[in-house]
């Protein structure tokens, strides 16, 4: 398993996992099989109350230690436990446009100087200022107007945005996100089967199969699919558990239905299962909003196909539908309305945009976005995750078989993607501009606790061409503010003792990295 999707899971063992633990075991109720990817949530916070991740070993190449000094070796680095991803290069939305670049990077480690009391939760400075600078050449007899587009890896929670300039103006750019850039796996890193888990990118390699063939990139500046497919929705609204005595009262509705013509997806309840008495299948949420913040006290239960018969709701105490725990003053109002998969979607994000944009939900982590992330961009996400990994997707997962929208919705926020700006650039004929991009770069890293040789040890890198139809005349990199950092392996050819600071790179090397610590 990998560390990524450990601090997924701890994201992810919220009430949902808390209803599923308080089943007893004595009542007649089968569960749905759900419980896999709870299981190993249960591992992350045992282990986060212990203190260390000490069962995660870091995978270093046998070739190489952390002590190893600087060299021009061309191997691929380490493999961090928290990946950042590398720095991109510019690109532009036209093809064929005759423009030539000539790029030159630099890495500000002012970050690491002695002075600064500002440090990341887990030990290290851990960010760059990067300046990435572009002189764009137009060698034809015409005025060329193009879209440049500049790529970052990210999500949509709050993050630093990039400053870009043109001829030392700033420009205005406009937003482009690309889909999760990640894939699935199962509950153990060694179940390759099953799709219970995320699988975060966890080295630049995986960058190369998601961007080489162009489809992820246009895939950004395309809308997703329109979802005409009519759905039956029944709305539970003005939940009440009655006097309210019971912390964990739970609302539960059971229904019977033909699964070969029917498929029940939910929005806002946390679990379900079979009652072995009567076969019939039910779903469930706790009542009280304090439990599960969904950002508006309603839940959805989606019916595609043919519609369900009698369907009843009964309270239960303890959140398990226990039989003998029932609450009578437990209740719901319930409205029928039939519309279409993409209106519901619709529905569903602009209550959570609602939510987690105004930060409703209290500090969670794992449910807030940055005001740059407009509605239509969040929307537009959740559709398409939907429609490729969903329970009706083209390539479905285990993670959201159980029809739990809530799922869906609510990773969306945090979802590792490529972001893109892009802004318009004219070159004049026989000339040439300046683009300058400046970002903060978060470090790639392995957790202090985890028992790693590389703890403590903060990993930077750039890709020359990935991603890029620019033809490039050369590139450059530096670094600066360097004199309280110690580069312990790399690629580049820096060698802070004999002063070289600024090299040339060579462009048939796709990848270049940097691995430092800060003296102490």
């Not at 539970?236 to 070969?260: F, I, V």
Request: proline share 3%; glycine share 8%; hydrophobic share 35%.
């Amino acid at each position: 398993m990998k560390t990524n999707d450990l601090l997924d899971m701890i994201g992810e063992a919220d009430d949902e996992f808390i209803h599923d633990a308080k089943v007893n075991q004595r009542q007649k109720v089968v569960r749905f099989p759900n419980w896999a990817k709870w299981s190993s949530a249960i591992a992350a916070c045992l282990v986060l109350m212990i203190g260390c991740f000490t069962f995660f070993l870091h995978d270093i190449p046998d070739n190489e230690t952390p002590e190893q000094s600087a060299g021009g070796g061309h191997d691929e680095g380490s493999v961090f436990m928290s990946y950042a991803g590398p720095v991109f290069p510019l690109t532009l939305m036209e093809s064929n446009t005759n423009l030539e670049a000539n790029r030159t990077i630099d890495f500000d480690f002012s970050a690491y100087q002695k002075d600064r009391e500002d440090t990341q939760v887990w030990g290290n400075n851990g960010g760059v200022t990067v300046t990435d600078q572009y002189q764009l050449a137009n060698t034809s007899t015409n005025d060329i107007t193009v879209t440049a587009v500049y790529p970052f890896a990210g999500n949509f929670q709050t993050v630093k945005w990039p400053v870009i300039t043109l001829n030392g103006n700033e420009v205005q750019w406009n937003l482009h996100a690309g889909t999760y850039s990640g894939g699935f796996q199962g509950a153990s890193g060694s179940d390759e089967t099953s799709s219970l888990n995320l699988d975060n990118i966890t080295s630049w390699t995986e960058y190369v199969e998601l961007l080489e063939d162009g489809s992820y990139f246009a895939d950004a500046f395309t809308e997703p699919e329109r979802l005409n497919q009519p759905v039956i929705v029944y709305k539970l609204s003005d939940l009440t558990d009655g006097a309210g005595e019971y912390e964990a009262a739970a609302l539960c509705m059971s229904y019977k239905y033909n699964p070969e013509k029917t498929s029940i997806m939910t929005w806002g309840f946390h679990g379900g299962g079979i009652r072995a008495d009567t076969g019939d299948e039910f779903r469930d949420f706790f009542i009280r909003d304090g439990l599960r913040k969904e950002g508006e006290n309603v839940k959805f239960f989606i019916v595609i196909g043919d519609d369900i018969e009698n369907y009843e709701l009964q309270g239960y105490q303890d959140g398990s539908c226990t039989p003998g725990e029932e609450i009578d003053d437990a209740s719901a109002t319930v409205t029928r309305e039939e519309m279409t998969l993409g209106e519901l979607l619709r529905e569903i994000a602009e209550i959570s945009y609602a939510a987690i944009s105004d930060n409703r939900y209290e500090g969670d982590l794992n449910r807030y976005l940055d005001k740059q992330i407009s509605f239509e961009m969040y929307y537009q996400a959740m559709v398409k995750h939907f429609t490729a990994y969903g329970p009706l997707g083209t390539d479905p997962k285990e993670r959201y078989a159980f029809g739990m929208l809530t799922d869906i919705v609510s990773e969306v926020a945090y979802h590792d993607r490529i972001l893109y700006l892009s802004f318009e650039v004219t070159i004049p004929a026989g000339s040439s501009v300046e683009v300058t991009v400046e970002q903060f770069k978060n470090a790639s890293f392995d957790y202090d606790c985890s028992g790693s040789e590389n703890a403590g040890i903060d990993g930077y890198d750039m890709v020359t061409s990935l991603g890029s139809n620019i033809t490039f005349t050369g590139q450059t990199a530096s670094i600066s503010n360097y004199d309280t950092i110690e580069i312990l392996r790399q690629n580049f050819g820096f060698d802070i003792a004999g002063g070289i600071t600024n090299v040339d790179l060579d462009m048939k090397e796709p990848h270049y990295y940097l691995e430092i610590k800060r003296e102490r």
